[in-house]
Each structure stands twice: as structure tokens, then as C-alpha cells.
């Protein structure tokens, strides 16, 4: 039988959640944040509405503007800037290590 090349194909420890961890702030923090901040694409298995590929997990990307309740996100492929329609869901602040 062929391999199947599906839209989450080997994505058996990237798209599984760990434990229950409780309330997250996340989401309010997102609500605050505007065009030029940077967040990073992290993806939600629980959320499937909007998840962007793959490719994208743990991208930093740039936000552009809002779009009703998600984000458009610009973030790097290859040599090329790609606009991506996110959810808050899939995003987390962008931290740099020291901060």
C-alpha cells in the first residue's frame, strides 16, 4: 500500500499535547499585541480550524494586522516572505532568551 502525503503526515509527536497545564494567559497577551510585534507559530492539535502547515511550527513570524479574530503573520520560506491567516491559537509572544 502507498504512503500517504497527507496534510499532517508525520506529525505524531509534533501534533500531540503533552498535559493538561491548567489556564494559560496566552491568549490575553495576544489580544494586546499589534503590527511589528513578533510571535512565534506554534501549533495547537486541539485547535484544527486554521492551523497552518507544518513547515510553519516554530517559525518567528511578524504581525502584519488583525483579520477579524486571527492575525496575518509574515514569516520566511526559503528566501521568500510568506502572509499567513493564524488564530491566536497557534501563536505565542515572542521571547528572546535572557529576557
Known sequence: MP???????????????????G?????LTLEKMGPGDKVVIILNPTYHKGMPHK???GK???IKKRRGRAFEV???KGD???????????LRPFQMKGE
Open 3 to 21: 504512503h500517504s502525503h497527507g496534510f499532517r503526515s508525520r506529525t505524531r509527536k509534533l501534533l500531540t499535547k503533552k498535559e493538561n497545564k
Open 23 to 27: 489556564f494559560s494567559d496566552q491568549l
Open 55 to 57: 513547515r510553519y511550527h
Open 60 to 62: 518567528v513570524a511578524v
Open 74 to 76: 509574515e514569516v520566511s
Open 80 to 90: 521568500k516572505r510568506v502572509l499567513l491567516v493564524v488564530p491566536p491559537e497557534h
